[in-house]
DNA sequence: ACGCCCCCACTTTTT
DNA sequence: GTGGGGGCGT
């Protein structure tokens, strides 16, 4: 064991505001901690000052963290401040502690304590369940649409009454009838979606005083960590929770509230003192992470914000390298460059595992991760399409979940048919019809059906065969291990064999994906002392995709912003800096919206230690057509003396042997003349890179496309949907600008320039 | 009932 | 460019 500190000698690593919020005493205390200041060791140090010092019981602490990830770390950090002493420290995401108190008590509210955890797929299935006993048109109200609000409503912590209450949109009426219905389906299932979680823990609490009596008594300490990034269900919880002895202790930064569309609501950390009154209030302010050069460009970023405390960061870290930006032609040429950057800090010493490759959507890492394999770079990435989402992945857990809680109908449905065993359409059809005319679940519909005498005679006997293999499975699920269990279900179902015999590329890679999951599934009893199936599934059901990353992989990593918080890396990249991807267009008209992917690049920006590099393409291809942005507003919001500008002068997007123009930011207040505006040359496309600033953003609709390849009178062009054709001429300029194009199939169309997804061929 | 193929919608961000 | 869902042919 490493050295334990036994006393408050510890204290003396704190500077003078990281001390005062971890000696702090009683009492409600906001620890306002901006990005790299520490505040992972303030909350372990306070952690550990609370059981060394004040001699509370380890088990009666309860820490909240944002990711699972977190809560691995700051309950390992605090282990080795404490050592065995550490005890039954509870730290969890709010997701995993509610479902760790729901297990306990959710019997008060009438559900079973072997609820099963539906995920986003599970839900719009659902969804759509519920539209059709709505008799609601799908066209009008998608699944996920209703999935959406209902989601909404439930991090606000409203039924359907509540919505119904609360309803603004048009939808109204509706939403609450399918929200009600949604609600009743979970119920006959035995499944909570995510936003159950805490709701559901919100209502126990409120309306069994002794219940929520019994956690106040055990956690006599409560800490809270990303605060500005809780709901307003989390807030009710944490309120519920502090309430007895107010020892509440959150901590949180404004400028990093990056989850808003999930229900996430800065009022939270803003209006702290007012909810918890007496409470103090502690800011750190210095950052031990990033070089000063750094931490003023991601600062005169976020200083746009108008919704936000006032609050200097500073560092000791003085000068470093400017922060590079980058233009490329496109984005295979954004890519080739991060790699050859890679390559050239590599012989200066930097390692694989110090780069990070930061974009705003998960689609973006495609090219970059082609080109990283083009250079035999090892690399991970983060998200993206989820491992468990995946369609083999997925069937197999269904086994596993239907047979834990057999009125899992969602799960039940999957498995049915997969692999296929001659249940079709029809049969399903008829045993759902049957449910709900008799008031049945679907388990015993199917078992009903089996011995109709006017159901076909080869549907009993598939119906049969399956509900017996089942049955099975079922003596054994109590038993086996989870491991053990799911290579059960492999061997009977012959999900396996099947893929086996298509021997196909897709199929061969669903084998790797059904190894790789009974890999992930020795791997969690290993680490897990008594693992059940029903804490498996729990497990797996609540991840984060952040969770599995292995820092100590020697490797280069890729993920979105949004998975980044609370990471850091030397090196930093940050891809398609753009208008329309970040910030995102469907951010851009609502100037709420925009102040929150400010948020997002500045804590993106403020991930890197050592250097910082910012890249955008002039076009890039989006949905398999090409499109032009302009450079992010962000940009031209750091003072140029903090940024390195770089140009991708060796290859050629116009023509070849001349250079091309250099973009033009327009900075406000800067006296900088207009864009280079020149007449094209022959053979010459001119792009022009400069956006306008001057007017405020967001009242400018549409103007995404300002700069668009000069196109004259005579270019072939193609259209995804209306085929190929030649430009007959233009009309208009500037964003209006109007292409006639008579295209090969006949007629000519009047296209805007800038929403068309015109391409030169 | 199955499988193939076409077409569409998809891209914010995720516990 | 891609994956899922629906429709159609077998």
């Known amino acids: 064991m490493m050295n334990r500190m036994s006393g408050t000698e510890f204290l003396d690593q704190l500077n003078p505001p990281q001390r005062e919020a971890v000696t702090y005493g009683g009492g409600p205390l906001l620890i306002v901690a901006g990005a790299g200041s520490g505040k992972t060791r303030v909350l372990t140090y306070r952690i550990a000052y609370l059981v060394r010092h004040l001699g509370v019981d380890p088990g009666r602490i309860l820490a909240t963290t944002f990711t699972n990830k977190a809560a691995g770390e700051m309950k390992n950090r605090a282990r080795a401040l404490l050592g065995t002493a550490a005890g039954d420290l509870w730290v969890g995401t709010f997701h995993s502690t509610c479902t760790r108190i729901l297990r306990k008590d959710i019997h008060h509210l009438g559900y079973s304590p072997g609820f099963v955890i539906y995920d986003e797929k599970d839900t719009e299935s659902l969804a759509k369940e519920a539209l059709r006993r709505c008799d609601l048109d799908e066209k009008i109200y998608t699944p996920s ?396 059901s609540l991840v984060a995709d952040v969770d599995s990353l292995d820092e100590t992989a020697d490797r280069v990593v890729l993920m979105t912003v949004h998975s980044a918080k609370g990471l850091e890396f030397p090196v930093v990249f940050m891809l398609g800096m753009e208008e329309t991807l970040f910030p995102h267009s469907l951010s851009r008209d609502d100037p709420e919206a925009v102040e929150e992917e400010r948020r997002l690049c500045y804590v993106g920006m403020t991930r890197a230690k050592d250097r910082l590099y910012l890249s955008h393409a002039v076009s890039r291809r989006v949905f398999g057509s090409l499109r032009f942005n302009d450079p992010s507003r962000f940009l031209a919001e750091i003072p140029e003396e903090l940024l390195d500008s770089q140009v991708a002068a060796d290859r050629g997007w116009a023509a070849p042997e001349r250079s091309p123009a250099r973009p033009v930011i327009h900075r406000p207040g800067a006296s900088s003349s207009r864009p280079l505006r020149r007449k094209p040359q022959d053979g010459e496309r001119v792009i022009d890179y400069s956006f306008d600033q001057s007017s405020d953003y967001g009242d400018e609709p549409g103007d995404g496309n300002a700069g668009v390849p000069a196109l004259e009178a005579g270019d072939r062009v193609s259209h995804p949907n209306l085929g190929r054709g030649t430009v007959e001429r233009l009309e208009g300029e500037g964003r209006r600008t109007r292409v006639v194009v008579r295209f090969e199939r006949g007629g000519t169309r009047t296209l805007m320039l800038a929403y068309s997804e015109l391409e030169i061929v």
């Not at 299932?189 to 409120?206: H, S």
């Not at 490329?328 to 590599?346: D, H, Q, S, W």
């Not at 973006?364 to 983060?382: F, P």
């Not at 059906?449 to 049955?471: I, M």
Request: net charge neutral; aromatic share 8%; with cysteine.
């Open 145 to 540: 649409a209703m999935r959406w609000q209902i989601d909404r409503a439930k991090n606000d912590c409203l039924g359907p009454e509540g919505l119904a209450a609360s309803a603004d949109r048009a939808f109204g009426p509706q939403v609450t009838r399918v929200y009600e219905v949604y609600q009743q389906l979970l119920r006959e299932n035995n499944a909570l979606d995510f936003g159950d979680l805490i709701r559901l823990t919100v209502m126990l609490f409120e309306r069994f005083p002794k219940v929520v009596e019994w956690y106040r008594e055990k956690w006599e300490h409560v800490l809270v960590d990303e605060y500005q990034d809780t709901n307003m269900a989390q807030y009710r919880l944490v309120r519920l929770l502090a309430a007895g002895q107010q020892n509440l202790c959150c901590v949180g930064d404004e400028d990093q509230n990056i989850y808003s569309w999930r229900g996430a609501t800065i009022r939270n950390i803003l209006d702290f003192e007012k909810d918890f009154p007496g409470a103090h209030v502690v800011k750190l302010e210095e950052n031990y992470r990033s070089t000063n050069a750094i931490l003023q460009a991601a600062g005169a970023v976020v200083a746009r914000n108008r919704r936000r405390r006032e609050k200097s960061l500073w560092t000791s870290r003085s000068g470093g390298h400017p922060a590079t930006l980058y233009q490329a032609p496109n984005e295979f040429e954004e890519a080739r460059y991060v790699v050859r950057e890679i390559g050239k800090l590599r012989r200066e010493g930097f390692r694989a595992g110090d780069f990070a490759i930061f974009y705003r959507t998960n689609a973006q890492s495609r090219v970059i991760e082609e080109c990283l394999l083009a250079d035999n770079y090892a690399y991970t990435v983060v998200g993206g399409v989820k491992f468990y989402a995946r369609a083999e992945v997925k069937d197999l857990l269904a086994y596993m979940r239907v047979l834990h809680n057999p009125l899992d109908a969602v799960g039940l449905k999957r498995i049915i048919n997969s692999p296929p065993r001659g249940i079709g359409k029809t049969t399903i059809a008829r045993a759902e019809d049957l449910a709900r005319e008799r008031g049945l679940h679907l388990a015993d519909a199917l078992r009903a059906l089996v011995e109709d005498e006017r159901t076909g005679a080869a549907a009993r006997r598939k119906v049969g065969d399956f509900l017996a293999s089942l049955r099975e499975l079922q003596k054994e699920a109590g038993t086996l291990l989870p491991s053990a269990l799911l290579q059960q279900i492999i061997a009977r179902s012959g999900y396996v064999d099947k893929l086996r015999h298509q021997d196909t590329p897709e199929s061969l890679s669903r084998i790797e994906n059904i190894d790789e999951l009974v890999t992930s599934i020795y791997a969690f009893e290993e680490n897990t002392p008594d693992a059940t199936l029903g804490i498996y599934l729990d497990q797996i």
